[in-house]
């Protein structure tokens, strides 16, 4: 260690545990999660689950012990499914601590010692080295050339020098050029350094912003909302039915024990106590899907709100690019060299000037890069390194000494007219390089210049401008596309959703890349323009807009403003800790999950773990996908209730004694929720997924027409049951053979009613052969239990069924099969309603 850490000695490990136990973990506190305790609080106060133990009760009450306990084995197990699923989406939000705080080289005790970042206290001394994340705020001891990377708290994509022993203003503001505070979360990239830890966790400059993001109330997904509406409703209109249907039948019949099983099944029947589950488990098993395509998922109900997304705005660098440096070219005296040939002589000296001026261990991308091609090319240094002069304000170069087997020779490469004018080139051939730079600069390429200058004598110095210094040409870098956006821009086209390209790097560049991924390179956007606006006017800008180049941080929360004020639904990506204010004010905020901060993450509905923007895409397609199946299994909520409630009431209202009772529909409810939470969730994607316009925001999950359209299809269902139970008093059945034939029947509608809502086509071929084991088994396992409760003595007992003849069950068969050809042919009318 060059800087001398001996001169201090650090803290004591019984000073650092008492720091520690004062100031706390240096970490940012983890967000409330909910222990399995309140999520059984939270499922057991369902009023489904009321209704079971009420039913339950009442069967103890009337002597049916054994009835009492199938019921509460059905709640019980109803419970238990919620409390799984639920506790599946506490999880997703755990697997965020694994990007954890970094670990720190510390002086203890005199002696050095690598930490976990997390036990950093105020007064401890780190020791940092070129490549290292900060990791607590601290102020600069000493230190050799230190320049860090701020970006992630001011935007500002150029390293700033630091500095010892300089006057300041007492203010440790991130951003200052030669002052000697240094914030967690900023990356050295030149230069090694000591410095002592000013504040940790909440009380550092990322920890401050954190905080202030916590005052910020989300607002409540529209979905959530929608659904809550509907539950709400349907739970009132139940518990007034079952309230009234008790006291009617009370009064009538004489026996209030029956009339409460009566009003209990009634109220069940009309409960769509599926709903909260069915939003649970799509969210929870949508979060797994798309944690494959490589996004975590902190806030699940923002999956269904990216499926309706109609504008993405996207980070170039590392997002749309390789996040990269790849040498593209090279020139020197009016020849150019690109990639697939070999370089010659004059290329050779430019590559190999530039390999000697760049860091021997390198950890910047550009210095990556030289080296990566000079290891290509066969080109090596030779020699020993004397002395490292890094980049100064009054001189953008980087300048290299070295003692090789022909004497000493400076090595610089930095900005074009840096180079130029320390070569002293002539008036015109700076403007013929000035030239050069800005076409290199068209195509989307950063530039540096490299030159050299042997020292006469061998001895160690940096030549003055227009001492020996040959100008020897040009290199240019670029951050590679990555080979999938393109396409995936060109999907997301056809899906109806605008890409918008934002980067804090020149318009040029900015436009030869937006011509490389597929984007309009017609207007562009400045930050410095953006800040001459109004916001009437940057809303009408960002309507045609799809450049956005020189952005600041600050910018990006301005730019989230306009799009939604415009309508539309946005998603936004980000890194930095500034950015976190525009992804906490984005529909869908996006976080990046490899060089991302974890106030980005703690601010993000969903953390690119890959940093890839076809893991956006994909997680899109799946968002559209996943809103399909919703409102496929709502569908079938709202439709199959209607055969249920209508079967509970019709008894009642001719004369009959209660066809389904609390237990049947209890056994109902085991073939509804798995239905309509894990078959639908399993449904593959619409061949039309990503070829239709989003879903246009505040539309209801279920629309109007949709809505009718389920509601005809209960209609129906019911007139297939009903059509059943006239039969069966036709042919005079008595009250347990009466209760299998409708029972039968509802059972087959229900797998009907699943089947022709698999799927928006119109063929029942076509639902048939759509893949899903799912289906299949929750079929087989209802056919199974049915026919276990008709032919198995004492499950028919227990469901108080009577026996069926060949003539009973072809017609529930029968009855079964004409609703899904009726359906099926009803279809095709309201196919334009159901895919909205």
Request: aromatic share 4%; charged share 20%; with cysteine.
């Amino acid at each position: 260690m060059t800087v001398n850490p001996r001169t201090e000695t650090g803290l004591s490990g019984i000073e650092a545990a008492r720091l520690l136990k004062q100031f706390g973990p240096n970490e940012l506190p983890s967000p409330e999660r909910r222990n399995i305790f309140r999520i059984m609080l939270g499922v057991a106060g369902q009023p489904m689950f009321a209704l079971l133990l009420g039913g339950a009760l009442v069967y103890i009450a009337l002597g049916e012990g054994v009835d009492a306990i199938v019921l509460a084995l059905f709640a019980t197990l109803s419970v238990t499914i919620g409390i799984v699923q639920e506790s599946r989406s506490e999880k997703v939000l755990e697997s965020l601590r694994s990007l954890a705080s970094p670990r720190a080289l510390v002086l203890r005790d005199g002696a050095e010692q690598r930490i976990a970042g997390r036990e950093l206290v105020p007064g401890d001394i780190v020791i940092l080295s070129e490549g290292d994340r900060v990791p607590a705020d601290v102020l600069l001891l000493s230190g050799e050339g230190l320049r860090v990377d701020e970006s992630l708290l001011t935007g500002e994509a150029v390293p700033v020098r630091k500095k010892t022993n300089v006057a300041h203003p007492g203010v440790a503001i991130p951003g200052g050029e030669d002052l000697p505070f240094l914030f967690a979360g900023t990356l050295i990239v030149q230069g090694q350094g000591l410095a002592r830890v000013t504040a940790t966790g909440l009380l550092s400059e990322m920890g401050k912003i954190g905080q202030a993001l916590r005052s910020i109330n989300l607002e409540e997904p529209r979905l959530k909302k929608q659904l809550g509406w509907l539950v709400r409703d349907f739970t009132v209109v139940g518990l007034a039915v079952t309230g009234l249907v008790t006291l009617l039948l009370g009064l009538t019949r004489g026996s209030w024990l029956e009339a409460a099983l009566g009003g209990i099944a009634l109220g069940m029947s009309v409960l769509p106590e599926e709903i909260p589950l069915v939003l649970a488990v799509f969210m929870a098993m949508g979060a797994w899907r798309i944690s494959r395509a490589g996004v975590l998922t902190r806030r699940a109900t923002a999956i269904e709100t990216l499926g309706s997304a109609t504008v993405l705005c996207a980070d170039k660098t590392g997002t749309l690019t390789e996040n990269r440096m790849c040498l593209m070219l090279m020139a020197a005296e009016g020849v150019l060299w690109r990639p697939g040939t070999h370089p010659d002589g004059r290329m050779e000296d430019v590559l190999r000037a530039a390999l000697m001026a760049s860091a021997v261990h390198p950890t910047d991308p550009m210095d990556r890069a030289i080296h990566e091609a000079a290891r290509e090319t066969g080109i090596v240094s030779r020699g020993s390194l004397i002395e490292a002069h890094g980049v100064r304000h009054d001189r953008p170069a980087v300048i290299q000494i070295w003692r090789e087997e022909s004497g000493v020779t400076v090595y610089a490469k930095g900005a074009p007219e840096a180079i130029a004018e320390l070569s002293a080139l002539p008036p015109a051939v700076r403007a013929t390089l000035s030239g050069e730079a800005d076409r290199f600069a068209a195509e989307g390429l950063r530039l540096l210049a490299v030159a050299v200058a042997p020292i006469q004598g061998g001895s160690a110095g940096i030549p003055p401008a227009g001492g020996g210094w040959k100008f020897l040409g040009l290199i240019g870098f670029t951050d590679p596309v990555r080979a999938a956006v393109p396409p995936a821009i060109s999907e997301c086209h056809s899906a109806g959703i605008r890409v918008i390209m934002i980067t804090g790097d020149y318009p040029a560049t900015a436009r030869a890349v937006a011509g490389e991924v597929g984007l309009g390179t017609d207007q562009i956007l400045t930050g410095a323009e953006i800040d001459t606006m109004s916001d009437d006017m940057l809303r009408a800008a960002a309507r045609t807009t799809s450049i956005f180049a020189r952005i600041r941080p600050q910018q990006k929360l301005r730019l989230v403003e306009a799009l939604k004020a415009n309508g539309d639904v946005v998603a936004m990506t980000g890194d930095g800790v500034n950015d976190a204010p525009a992804i906490k004010a984005a529909d869908i905020g996006i976080a990046m999950g490899e060089r991302g901060t974890d106030v980005a993450r703690e601010a993000s509905a969903l953390v690119l773990l890959n940093d890839n923007f076809t893991s956006i895409v994909a997680a899109i397609r799946l968002g559209r996908r996943i809103h399909d199946n919703l409102r496929k299994a709502i569908t079938y909520i709202v439709a199959v209730h209607v055969p249920i409630a209508g079967l509970a009431l019709l008894p009642l209202l001719i004369g009959l004694p209660p066809m389904l009772l609390p237990i049947h529909i209890a056994l109902l409810e085991m073939v509804i929720d798995p239905a309509c939470s894990v078959v639908f969730e399993a449904e593959t994607e619409e061949h039309d997924v990503m070829r239709r316009p989003p879903r246009r925001p505040g539309e209801p999950v279920l629309p109007r027409g949709v809505a009718l359209w389920a509601v005809l299809e209960g209609l129906v269902a019911l007139a297939a049951v009903g059509l059943a139970l006239g039969l069966g008093m036709w042919e005079r059945l008595d009250e347990p053979a009466l209760r299998a034939l409708v029972f039968t029947t509802l059972v087959l509608a229900n797998i009907g009613l699943i089947l022709v809502n698999r799927g928006f086509g119109t063929a029942l071929s076509d639902a048939l052969a759509r893949p899903n084991p799912s289906f299949w088994l929750l079929a087989g396992m209802a056919a199974s239990v049915l026919a276990a409760t008709l032919f198995w003595a004492p499950a028919r007992s227990l469901f108080a069924f009577g026996a069926l003849n060949g003539w009973t069950l072809a017609t529930s068969l029968g009855a079964g099969i004409a609703l899904m050809i009726s359906l099926q042919a009803l279809k095709a009318r309201f196919r334009k309603a159901r895919t909205g």
